[in-house]
Each structure stands twice: as C-alpha cells, then as structure tokens.
C-alpha cells in the first residue's frame, strides 16, 4: 500500500486518500517540512490545527479562519454527536457542509471526551461505558460507533478509539492493558471503516510513559499501516521531561512518510520542541480558549489585555503581526485593532473575543508557517534559538525541560 | 472605497430631498445625506446600533466586507466607565491617537470602517433610566461600572475630542415607560433648550468643529416645546449650526412641519425614548414614520432580534399576490432555534431571495446548530443578515419612493399591502441569548425576570427582554464556556444520547 517513490527533489507516498510529500528535512534535528494532500486539498506540514469543537471556531466565520491561512481543523466527535446528532449529519451532508467549510476537518474518536466529561465512565474491552448522569441509563460508545459517526462527519482525517489513560497512572498493569486494548480497537475501527477511499484513519500510539511500552505500540500499530500516526495520551500532566522522551521515542521508530500527529498539543514552546522532535501536527483549545479569557499569543509571551497597563495603550496587539487585527488600518483588510480597544471590550463584547481569537490562530499558524520555512532553509536551529530569546528574556529562564529535549536533537539553547 | 478627506478639510454635511409626495407638511421623501469622507446615505435608510462602540458580534472586518450599514449609532457612556481602583483615570478613548485612514478618534477607537457615518450621543439605544434622574446642569449616564453624572460641558468637550460625523446634544430625557406629567415635560423643554443654547454657544467659540449636530426632539407634545423648537428655527438654522433633527418620539413631526416647516428639511433622524419602546418597534412602526417624513432610523430591533435567534423575513415591498389571498399572516421574522425540520436540516437561506453572506455561504441548519450549540458564530450569522434585511428593507421603500412622480402615491399603497401581509409582531425568540449584557439591561422597576434560563434548564416560554439583577451574564456570553474539548455542562447533553445513535443503551 505505501510505495514510496523518489521524485527528482522530494520523496512522497501515497495511500487511497492522502498523499505526504516529504519537502525538506533539518540537517541537526528531527525537524520536517512535508505537504499532506488530503482530501479537501493540501496541507503544508508542519501545523497547528485550531479546534473548532462544534463546527464553528468560537466566533470566526469560516471565511475568516480560511483568511488565517488554515487548512485543516478539527471537530469534536463527541459534540457533534450530540449536536447537531447523526441523523442531521447525514441528512445535510457531513460537516464540511454543515459549516461551509471548503478544506480539510480532522476529528478525534470521541472517547477522549467521554472520560474527561463523563466522570462515570469506565473502559471494558466492547467500548467505553457511562451511565447517563441524566438518569443513570448504562451508555456504551463502541470503536464501530465511534467509525460510524465520523464517517457521517465525513472528516478527512479520522481517529481511532483508543483506551486513553492518564500518562501519571502509577498502574502499569492497565496501563498495558490500555494500550493492547487500543491496538485491537484498531482492528475494530478498520473493519469498521467505510471510506477509506475518502477518509484517513489515523492510529493512535499509547502506553503512558513507559518508553518500552510505547516502543512495542508503535511496532504493533505500524504493523496495521495507517495513513498517519498520532502519538496520544500525553497533555495529560506529565512532566515536560517525560512528554519530550516520549515524543522522540516514538518519532524514531516512525517511517519517514507518514504524517505523525501529537495530540492535545499547543503552548508555542511545546510546537517549537515538537517539531524539533520530529512531529509534523498539533491541536490544542488553548490558544482560542485563552483568547476568551482576554489572553493574546505573542513572540514575547502572553499578555492579558484586561489589565489596566493596556487601557490607553494604542499599538497593536502585537508589533509586527502580520493577523488582521494587528496590521495597520490603511493595509488592504487590516482593521488597525488597539490594545485599547481589545481592553475596552474584553469580558463585555464578544468581538473582543473574536478579535484575539483572530489574532491567536494566525500566531499559532504562523509559529508553524515560519518554522516550515526555516526548516526548508535549513536554519530550524537558528529558529529555535530566537524563538526562545524572544520568549525569555533571560538565558537562566529558559525552561530545562526545553533546553535538554533540545540538547538531544542537537540544538544548544545555551551555547554562546 | 472611501475617499480620504485631507487635513483641514471643513467640507460640511450636505442633504438633498430628492422628491416627496407633497411639497410641503410631512410626507415620505427620498433623500441623499452626505458627510465629509464616509459614503454617501441613501434615504430613507438604517442607523447600526452598536454597544461600546462595536455592532454587537461582528468584527469591523465583517462590517466592512459583508454590512451594508451606512452608519453607526454610538453612546458616550459606553466608554466612560470609571473603574474603582482607577477612578481617576481620564477615560482611554479621549487620547487615541488619528491615522490617515481613521481620522477621528472616534473611528480610531472603534477601528470602524472609515465608510461608516457616526452618530454620537449621550446615551445608549435603549437608555436605562437613571434613578435619581438629570440635574440642570447634568445627565445622568449608565457606565459598565454604574450611574454617573456627566455634565453637559463635559458631555460637549467629549464630542469635540472624538469628533463624531454627527453629534447629538444632550436632552433631558426620563427614558422611563410612562409619559412625563405636564410639569416634569414642561421642565424637560426648558433644560433640553438651555443646553442646546449652550452647545452652540460653544461650538461657535472653537475653532474646530467640522461635526454636525442633530438637535434633539423631545417625547413630550409639540405645545410644550414649542418655543425651543422656534429657537432651533429662528437661531440656529439660519446660522447654518443645526444641521438635523433627532426624534424621541417621531408623532412629533407633523406639528413642526405645520409650524416650523423649515425645520423638516433637515435630515431627521428616529430614536427611541424608551426600552419599552424598543421592544415593541416594527417595521410596520419604521413605515408610518418614513411616512411622515423620517429619513434615519436606528433601530435596536435588529440586535435583539439576532440575540433572540430570529431571523428577519419581511421585505418591502412584500411578496406578490400575500395580500389577496386569505392564508395565513407572514412572519415577521423565523425562530431559527426550533427544533422543526425546516431548521434543523434545511439547506435552504435564512430568507428566501436574500444574498447576505450568511445566505449564501450558509443555510438554516447551521445557524440552527449554533443556536442550538450555544456558538457565538450564531449570533454572527444572524447579525449579517438581520442588517441585510433591513438594507434591503429600506432599498425597496427607496425604490418605491422613487416611483412616485406623476402623483400617484406608489409607497402609501405598498404600505398598506405590506400591513395586510404581515404579522403585526416580531414572533418571540426562543434562544438562549448570548450575554444577558448584565449592566447595560438592568432593569430599573425589577420583576422582568431572568433573561436567560438556567443553564440546561429546559427550554420554556419566551424569554423577557430584561434582565433583573444583572446575573453575571457576560461572563457566560462573552466568554462562553461550552467549548473546545472540555466543556462544562456536558453532562446535561447526555440525554439526548441515546436518540441520536452515538451511543446505544446496553440491557
Ligand atoms: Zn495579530
Ligand atoms: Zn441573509
């Protein structure tokens, strides 16, 4: 299924509903450039996918979250399930015509959210089982029930169910049955698969922190040759440290021409590291969550446009953001936005919100689209290094878990 | 595109009638306003309605790619809130700083697109009525953190500095939902005069004040204010300083046009008194004004109408043959959050015909879900259409208007049809509102009831306009929770479970 064929600059393989283009690679680190050719077009890799829970990403038009150059999104299983339900979904047409969304949606299992939401829940080998805190009816979302609804969705990339733990677990026993239990819900969700013409089933590697388990996972689920690989179950609380191992245990034994996933991902400097590890794409609800709380992304950290320090204070939410809100008004489509201004309605409009909304997935789209260029320039490392001279300003402050993931994919963020 | 207006520019506000069904007296009439640098208004025409300086939930760049709105309605209490740890502050919004794109610190502020006319005033649209009323030399103001008193000279000074197109002096207004009792109306003209008298003394001492001023009319019978209104006729009109008029209650009108008539070739410009008021406008109400000779309206409706989830349906004129056959009334607008087939998978537009950016990008069953989903993006959708339809409301009178030489009177009679067609009221909303906008509904009599129900609660009657104590309805609305991978609440959806074939019940 995967031929890998060398082409006269770039290498690139092909399953029934993707393509992955490998671009460039980093000379030092693990780092990649690709394009991933979905089915609703193609995707320059590495990316920030901005998560769009219900079919709409809190506020912003689909226009506008096209204008921020994004190509790829997520939904939410588990709330579309509900809303608008599966019945609606069919009957419309999936969700790329639900919310008039012209390029690629990718969407996770569902089950995720049924163990973090639902505190009820409980994993058996048929699926994950919870009583409805409604009226205690025993529910049971299966790995075919789980297919069926994101083939209704009609996502261009698909999760498998997977039997997600926390990663601090202390037992090691369910630990291995989690993961075990994850590979053969993969033979489930296959079997269970109706488009694979159309739609990308995406694995899902576990086993916690144990580095062997994860090891033997990725072994186990290579064996099933999914069109791409996503590394799950981290973002859960485990140290830095442990997350960084993880990843790079992984990436090393994934093959070149897949697309590799980390999930849950999103504070910059976990992109940068990643990325530096290895992995290609990333989601997280930080960064528009974030937004509603009044916070704005930017190179030198996040700044809370609710405090008073910006109330009269007229630049733009970031000097030199290339968003819409930040470039100055007389630029074609830019709306000159203040700090002030996103002050003066933090917590009171919703525009506000919106506006850092904006402002916060060009950041994160940005972050990737200029670590895609330095990679392709081969001078990622340089990248690094000024993407956390920026971040901090002091060299003693720059976080050790960073500086020795770092180390080890060959990058010295100490070294004068 | 806008045409930037040099420095030092004094250019003035012009208004043309273009034609009218009766030379003189109040009728209908077709006109053109136009300010120094903003697009040219078409009349009779819409005023957007925005609160602390923004069209509620939409971003100036959606106002500018997807609005036909020609101006924007703003109130100076928005953006004179005096925070308690900072109460000394003088209020950001006075030292924003001009671009050659945003020439006054108004538009600067609220970045809105230097096409758009603005409208200042004292107050918001509706206004909260303050309890302890104004002073003869103050109004009393509803900031985001409470009353304050804003003396009419500050009130002045502030319009000089973020120089709006059109500036509106202050009135003495109860905004309250009873009518002033004689004395308290004959007060009211006395201190709306005064203040008038006083505004233009003052403009005439600067130098700069290249803004208009709509004088206000005040919601109290022509005999009491009559004497203020010759004022404005005999003083400040051949003056060239008054430039329009702006009706707290247009059934005013017609007693200027028979006394004052040089008056009523002002542009004039409809608001409202009160929230009562507000919530019962129509566009049936909008019609009767326009035949009386209103060219601006600001029209609160079309907010609450997209925070209420309704999509508006009425067009002018109205569709062929509803007036003839004996159907049933047309809606003056669709409930998008009911749970009817026609909603909740309907590919179809938010009204027929309409070529908004919702419409056409966009179809029922999305802003369903939205509505349904508690998504901000709900609000959004509806509020590019509910404007849609308002302009293209006003584009038909326009076009009827227009028809009118030759005597016969083309919009009186598509007034009537549209009255036979349509429901007299807008169908009450069944959504769950966005914000309860806590501070700015508060209620001054009490006992309206929640805005909203109870998070999860089930979905009940219609939900009242006001909301009693100003439950912390931002934080819910603004910066709504229900979101991305870790909402709260979820539980509550479990029910709907088991119908919906995510999951299927064991036993
Ligand atoms: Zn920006
Ligand atoms: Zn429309």
């Known amino acids: 299924m995967w031929a890998a064929r060398r082409m006269a600059s770039t290498i690139s393989a092909s399953s029934p509903a993707l393509t992955f283009e490998l671009v460039a690679r980093c000379s030092t680190t693990r780092a990649r450039a690709s394009v991933l050719t979905l089915p609703h077009g193609p995707v320059p890799l590495p990316i920030f996918m901005p998560v769009a829970t219900q079919a709409s990403l809190k506020g912003l038009t689909p226009e506008q979250l096209e204008g921020t150059g994004c190509r790829l999104c997520l939904n939410n299983t588990y709330h579309l399930g509900l809303k608008p339900g599966q019945e609606v979904l069919d009957a419309v047409g999936g969700a790329h015509k639900l919310q008039g969304w012209k390029h690629n949606i990718l969407t996770d299992s569902g089950g995720f959210q049924m163990v973090s939401l639902l505190k009820l829940a409980n994993i058996t080998e048929q699926g994950v089982r919870f009583l409805s805190p409604h009226d205690g009816t025993p529910m049971l979302l299966t790995p075919e029930h789980s297919i069926s609804l994101q083939n209704s969705i009609g996502s261009d990339i698909i999760m498998q169910l997977d039997d997600v733990l926390v990663t601090t677990s202390p037992d090691k026993a369910r630990m291995r049955e989690a993961m075990e239990?994850?590979?053969?819900?993969?033979?489930?969700?296959?079997?269970?698969?109706?488009?694979?013409?159309?739609?990308?089933?995406?694995?899902?590697?576990?086993?916690?922190?144990?580095?062997?388990?994860?090891?033997?996972?990725?072994?186990?689920?290579?064996?099933?040759?999914?069109?791409?690989?996503?590394?799950?179950?981290?973002?859960?609380?485990?140290?830095?440290?442990?997350?960084?191992?993880?990843?790079?245990?992984?990436?090393?034994?994934?093959?070149?021409?897949?697309?590799?996933?980390?999930?849950?991902?999103?504070?910059?400097?976990?992109?940068?590291?990643?990325?530096?590890?290895?992995?290609?794409?990333?989601?997280?609800?930080?960064?528009?969550?974030?937004?509603?709380?009044?916070?704005?992304?930017?190179?030198?950290?996040?700044?809370?446009?609710?405090?008073?320090?910006?109330?009269?204070?007229?630049?733009?939410?970031?000097?030199?953001?290339?968003?819409?809100?930040?470039?100055?008004?007389?630029?074609?489509?830019?709306?000159?936005?203040?700090?002030?201004?996103?002050?003066?309605?933090?917590?009171?409009?919703?525009?506000a919100a919106h506006l850092l909304t904006l402002h916060n997935v060009w950041y994160q789209l940005s972050l990737m689209r200029q670590a895609r260029e330095a990679i392709i320039a081969d001078r990622f490392p340089d990248f690094v290094r000024e993407f956390f001279r920026n971040l901090y300003p002091e060299r003693s402050s720059y976080p050790a878990w960073a500086v020795t993931a770092l180390k080890g994919v060959g990058i010295d963020l100490l070294e004068t | 595109m806008t045409v930037d207006i040099p420095d030092g520019d004094q250019e003035a506000m012009r208004f043309e009638?273009?034609?009218?069904?009766?030379?003189?007296?109040?009728?209908?009439?077709?006109?053109?306003?136009?300010?120094?640098?903003?697009?040219?208004?078409?009349?009779?025409?819409?005023?957007?309605?925005?609160?602390?300086?923004?069209?509620?939930?939409?971003?100036?760049?959606?106002?500018?790619?997807?609005?036909?709105?020609?101006?924007?309605?703003?109130?100076?209490?928005?953006?004179?809130?005096?925070?308690?740890?900072?109460?000394?502050?003088?209020?950001?919004?006075?030292?924003?700083?001009?671009?050659?794109?945003?020439?006054?610190?108004?538009?600067?502020?609220?970045?809105?697109?230097?096409?758009?006319?603005?409208?200042?005033?004292?107050?918001?649209?509706?206004?909260?009525?303050?309890?302890?009323?104004?002073?003869?030399?103050?109004?009393?103001?509803?900031?985001?953190?409470?009353?304050?008193?804003?003396?009419?000279?500050?009130?002045?000074?502030?319009?000089?500095?973020?120089?709006?197109?059109?500036?509106?002096?202050?009135?003495?207004?109860?905004?309250?939902?009873?009518?002033?009792?004689?004395?308290?109306?004959?007060?009211?003209?006395?201190?709306t005069d005064e203040w008038v008298v006083e505004w233009f003394s003052s403009l005439s001492r600067s130098s700069s004040s290249p803004q208009s001023t709509f004088a206000p009319v005040l919601p109290i019978s022509h005999s009491i204010q009559w004497e203020y209104l010759a004022r404005l006729a005999e003083d400040y009109l051949p003056s060239s300083q008054l430039h329009g008029l702006a009706f707290y209650d247009?059934?005013?009108?017609?007693?200027?046009?028979?006394?004052?008539?040089?008056?009523?070739?002002?542009?004039?410009?409809?608001?409202?008194?009160?929230?009562?008021?507000?919530?019962?406008?129509?566009?049936?109400?909008?019609?009767?004004?326009?035949?009386?000779?209103?060219?601006?309206?600001?029209?609160?409706?079309?907010?609450?109408?997209?925070?209420?989830?309704?999509?508006?349906?009425?067009?002018?004129?109205?569709?062929?043959?509803?007036?003839?056959?004996n159907g049933p009334l047309l809606p003056l607008a669709t409930d998008l959050s009911l749970p009817e087939s026609n909603n909740t998978t309907s590919l179809a537009p938010l009204a027929e015909d309409c070529t908004c950016y919702t419409c056409t990008s966009h179809h029922r069953a999305y802003v369903h879900h939205l509505l349904s989903a508690r998504e901000m993006l709900g609000w959004t959708l509806l509020q590019v259409h509910n404007h849609a339809v308002m302009a293209a409301f006003f584009a038909g009178v326009r076009a009827?208007?227009?028809?009118?030489?030759?005597?016969?009177?083309?919009?009186?009679?598509?007034?009537?049809?549209?009255?036979?067609?349509?429901?007299?009221?807008?169908?009450?909303?069944?959504?769950?509102?966005?914000?309860?906008?806590?501070?700015?509904?508060?209620?001054?009599?009490?006992?309206?009831?929640?805005?909203?129900?109870?998070?999860?609660?089930?979905?009940?009657?219609?939900?009242?306009?006001?909301?009693?104590?100003?439950?912390?309805?931002?934080?819910?609305g603004g910066a709504e929770e229900t979101t991305g991978g870790m909402a709260n609440g979820e539980g509550a959806y479990a029910r709907d479970l088991e119908g919906r074939g995510f999951a299927q019940v064991q036993n």
């Open chain 1, 181 to 351: 239990r994850s590979v053969r819900w993969l033979d489930r969700c296959i079997a269970a698969h109706k488009h694979p013409d159309r739609q990308n089933l995406f694995c899902i590697i576990q086993g916690g922190l144990d580095l062997d388990m994860r090891r033997e996972c990725c072994r186990e689920m290579l064996a099933r040759d999914t069109p791409g690989i996503a590394i799950g179950g981290l973002s859960g609380g485990e140290a830095k440290d442990d997350f960084c191992k993880v990843v790079a245990a992984c990436t090393e034994l994934l093959p070149d021409l897949k697309p590799r996933y980390v999930m849950g991902i999103g504070y910059p400097e976990d992109l940068v590291v990643s990325v530096a590890l290895g992995a290609d794409m990333f989601d997280c609800v930080w960064p528009t969550r974030t937004a509603r709380f009044g916070n704005a992304i930017t190179k030198h950290g996040v700044l809370n446009m609710k405090r008073e320090l910006y109330a009269a204070d007229f630049g733009p939410i970031e000097d030199g953001c290339g968003c819409p809100c930040c470039r100055p008004a007389e630029e074609e489509g830019a709306m000159g936005i203040t700090r002030a201004f996103v002050h003066h309605n933090a917590a009171k409009e919703t525009v």
């Open chain 2, 17 to 191: 009638i273009l034609g009218s069904v009766l030379k003189d007296g109040a009728a209908a009439r077709l006109g053109r306003l136009t300010l120094p640098g903003r697009r040219p208004i078409d009349t009779p025409n819409f005023v957007g309605v925005t609160s602390r300086g923004v069209l509620p939930h939409l971003t100036p760049d959606n106002v500018s790619k997807h609005l036909q709105v020609s101006s924007a309605y703003m109130a100076l209490e928005d953006f004179i809130e005096k925070p308690q740890q900072y109460s000394k502050r003088v209020p950001p919004i006075f030292s924003t700083p001009t671009t050659t794109k945003q020439g006054t610190p108004l538009h600067s502020f609220t970045a809105m697109p230097p096409s758009v006319t603005t409208i200042l005033s004292a107050r918001r649209l509706p206004a909260v009525p303050p309890p302890n009323g104004n002073t003869n030399d103050s109004i009393s103001v509803f900031t985001s953190t409470g009353f304050q008193v804003l003396p009419t000279k500050e009130y002045l000074s502030a319009v000089q500095t973020l120089k709006p197109d059109i500036a509106i002096p202050p009135a003495d207004l109860t905004h309250g939902p009873v009518a002033p009792n004689s004395k308290r109306a004959l007060r009211m003209a006395e201190r």
């Open chain 2, 250 to 325: 247009a059934d005013v009108l017609p007693d200027i046009a028979a006394h004052t008539p040089s008056l009523v070739q002002l542009p004039l410009l409809s608001l409202l008194a009160s929230q009562i008021q507000s919530q019962t406008q129509t566009p049936h109400h909008i019609l009767r004004q326009i035949s009386l000779g209103i060219d601006l309206f600001a029209i609160p409706f079309v907010n609450a109408a997209s925070d209420a989830g309704l999509a508006l349906t009425f067009r002018f004129p109205p569709p062929p043959h509803t007036t003839t056959t």
């Open chain 2, 400 to 476: 009827a208007l227009a028809e009118v030489e030759g005597g016969n009177d083309k919009f009186e009679v598509l007034r009537k049809e549209f009255a036979l067609a349509y429901e007299p009221d807008f169908p009450e909303g069944m959504a769950q509102r966005p914000r309860a906008r806590g501070y700015q509904y508060k209620s001054a009599g009490g006992g309206e009831g929640k805005r909203n129900k109870p998070a999860w609660g089930k979905l009940g009657g219609a939900g009242v306009d006001v909301d009693g104590n100003g439950e912390a309805g931002i934080s819910r």
